[in-house]
């Protein structure tokens, strides 16, 4: 008799309650993979993503081998893969952990009807969330739509039972007859565009804890001051980690009361709210399941955005190459790596949707092909949050000037000389704004304005005005 552990995005064995819910069976365990990437469209994971599935599934084949078990894998219908399964393992349980994206949702409520129906006992699991998105509402039942308050009504009861480590032995499974290899699943590309992901990360559980105890021990006491700088790293860069929960927001929770005790006081607060902020996101995403399309403030639906000429700022903007240096920057550092700073999405995504009026829709479907993080809750809020149109959004006059915000947050252009090396030799004046900077000063740096380096291809102001009167046009 066996249960079976249906893996998704949970590919990780500390704090995994399906996990543990299969061992309490007192029955053999088998850890399932199912690819089924059709199920999630039009999300499933785009190519920085599949890059790093490849390693996460590898990681967790071998901490499952190195306990005694293995990974299954298989492709193709989830509902007629797991029958199979079960028919072949003699399984009489299924246990996963849910997900909340209503695609999955959807395909997951089918299947556990149809399971039962079968005569199984199936059941899901809370793993990758502190709160379940239904466990969290306003005294009238209706969701949050304001951040403040949302948090307040948490932090009330951030107090979690302790996290279970991942157990030191699994059973045995039997060798798979019809599985596949995960090297047949092709999450690599083919064309290898990969190597600047290969060199920026290590995806996998045992990376995730190290790096989690890392940063709470060498960085989080800094975290207030330096999460906006770009050019220093200053944040935990574990949101891939966290989207493919190979670490849980239960573990990060415990480690930091572990280390320094109250959660809701600095040095940890800034840093747990950011936590907090990824709880906002798929309760908003689980009761406005429509947002990952459409704007959560209905009259954005009439927004006059003027995509149809614009196809060249996209790609410009796409490519690093507006003459933009903060945005290049951060485009290239996203193309490159498949990670931007949080500071630097706010920007880019400020420009494509306010000073081009490109629709926020374009810039989250580029964002969710290119992050190894692209989450569809985190996505979707911050996207609607910069363009104006999302729960708790930035008012919408409030245009994100990226030379001002290169001034403040890469006073010396660490980050920008570091992403746009044909702009590294520029002195600190200019380097947010060279188009501006005399001819002299240009040539001495090497710098061609409209050779080596694009003109702006928008005019900061100008454009700021056409957006605000945009804007008038639909307020109401
Ligand atoms: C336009 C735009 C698109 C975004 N798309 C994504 C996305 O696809 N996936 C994603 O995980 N985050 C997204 N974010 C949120 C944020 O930029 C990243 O979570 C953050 O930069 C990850 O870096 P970190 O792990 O070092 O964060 P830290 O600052 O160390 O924060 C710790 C964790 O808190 C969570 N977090 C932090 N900030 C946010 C936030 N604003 N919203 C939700 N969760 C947050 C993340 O899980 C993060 O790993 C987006 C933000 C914007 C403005």
Same mark, same amino acid.
């Given at each position: ?111 556990? /009807? ?70 047949? =699943? ?15 990360? /290590? ?25 906006? =700088?770009?050019?220093?790293?200053? $944040? ?6 966290? *989207? ?77 190459? $507006? ?12 193309? *490159? ?15 494509? $949707? ?26 979707? /809020? ?29 006073? /010396? ?16 004046? *200019? ?46």
């Amino acid at each position: 008799m066996t249960a079976i552990l249906w893996l998704r995005r949970d590919l990780r064995l500390d704090d995994n309650p399906a996990l543990m819910a299969a061992l309490d069976s007192d029955q053999g365990v088998l850890p399932l993979y199912i690819h089924a990437p059709n199920e999630e469209a039009p999300w499933a994971p785009g190519g920085a993503s599949q890059w790093w599935l490849h390693g996460s599934l590898r990681s967790l084949d071998e901490a499952l081998r190195q306990r005694g078990s293995r990974l299954r894998i298989e492709r193709g219908d989830s509902l007629a893969v797991l029958r199979r399964v079960i028919a072949e393992s003699s399984a009489t349980e299924v246990h996963w952990n849910r997900l909340y994206d209503p695609e999955a949702r959807a395909r997951d409520a089918r299947i556990k /009807q149809a399971l039962r129906a079968d005569g199984l006992r199936c059941e899901s699991h809370k793993a990758s969330l502190l709160f379940e998105p239904w466990e969290i509402t306003k005294s009238d039942g209706q969701p949050y739509r304001v951040f403040s308050a949302f948090w307040r009504a948490c932090v009330k009861s951030l107090a979690h039972p302790r996290p279970v480590a991942a157990p030191a032995r699994l059973p045995a499974t039997a060798p798979p007859s019809g599985a596949i290899a995960l090297d047949d =699943l092709q999450l690599l590309p083919r064309i290898r565009w990969d190597q600047g992901l290969q060199s920026s990360w /290590q995806p996998g559980e045992p990376a995730a804890l190290a790096l989690a105890e890392r940063f709470l021990h060498a960085q989080v006491e800094d975290y207030k001051a330096a999460r906006d =700088l770009p050019g220093v790293v200053g $944040t935990s860069r574990l949101s891939p980690y966290l *989207h493919f929960g190979e670490i849980s927001p239960r573990r990060i929770l415990a480690l930091v009361m572990d280390a320094f005790g109250d959660p809701t006081s600095e040095p940890v607060e800034s840093f747990v709210r950011e936590i907090g902020w990824r709880e906002f996101a798929y309760h908003l995403l689980y009761h406005f399941p429509q947002t990952p399309t459409e704007p959560l403030e209905a009259r954005f639906a009439d927004f006059p955005w003027s995509s149809a000429e614009n196809q060249g700022a996209l790609d410009a903007w796409q490519r690093g190459q $507006t003459g933009i240096p903060l945005v290049d920057a951060g485009m290239r550092e996203l193309w *490159h790596s498949g990670w931007m700073h949080n500071r630097v999405r706010m920007v880019v995504a400020s420009l494509l $949707t306010k000073n081009l009026l490109i629709p926020w829709q374009a810039g989250a479907r580029w964002f969710w092909d290119t992050l190894v993080d692209a989450d569809l809750a985190s996505n979707t /809020q911050g996207w609607q949050w910069t363009a104006g149109c999302g729960a708790d959004a930035a008012p919408y006059f409030r245009v994100f000037n990226p030379i001002r915000q290169g001034e403040r947050f890469d006073p /010396q252009g660490s980050y920008v000389r570091r992403w746009c090396p044909e702009l590294a030799r520029l002195p600190d004046s *200019h380097i947010h704004q060279p188009w501006a900077a005399p001819q002299p000063t240009l040539r001495a740096a090497g710098v061609s304005i409209g050779g080596n380096y694009p003109a702006p291809i928008v005019d900061l102001a100008a454009s700021r005005l056409r957006a605000l009167a945009a804007y008038e046009r639909i307020k109401g």
